[in-house]
Nanobody, 116 residues
Framework: QVHLVESGGGLVQAGGSLRLSCAAS????????MAWYRQAPGKQREWVAD???????NYAESVKGRFTISRDNYKNTVYLQMNSLKPEDTGAYSC??????????WGQGTQVTVSS
């Protein structure tokens, strides 16, 4: 079992920055692929970025060049640095941990609101 807790969300003006954190406990964090997803009001949840256990990263086109995902396996934490934020980045951001076994875990989410 894996327990994920996100933090770092808030209200920011367009063009600003936020750094999200997701702390994991309960399993071998270093063996997981970690991802960030977001869900805007009235829309489906969408994938934002992920990072493999070897550190390879992938980004959605909408955030490429503005967001950076990273992980600290000693702190069992994954981060999402968000720069040049836009109003369309508003949403509930959740982190996800998935393992080769097929196990999949979600955090409760943290709200990000970008004002224009």
């Amino acid at each position: 079992q894996v327990h994920l807790v996100e933090s770092g969300g808030g209200l920011v003006q367009a063009g600003g920055s936020l750094r999200l954190s997701c702390a994991a406990s309960g399993s071998i964090f270093s063996m997981s692929t970690m991802a960030w997803y977001r869900q805007a009001p009235g829309k489906q949840r969408e994938w934002v970025a992920d990072i493999t256990n070897s550190g390879r990263t992938n980004y959605a086109e909408s955030v490429k060049g503005r967001f950076t995902i990273s992980r600290d396996n000693y702190k069992n934490t994954v981060y999402l640095q968000m720069n040049s934020l836009k109003p369309e980045d508003t949403g509930a951001y959740s982190c996800n941990a998935r393992y080769l076994s097929g196990a999949n875990y979600w955090g409760q989410g943290t709200q990000v609101t970008v004002s224009s």
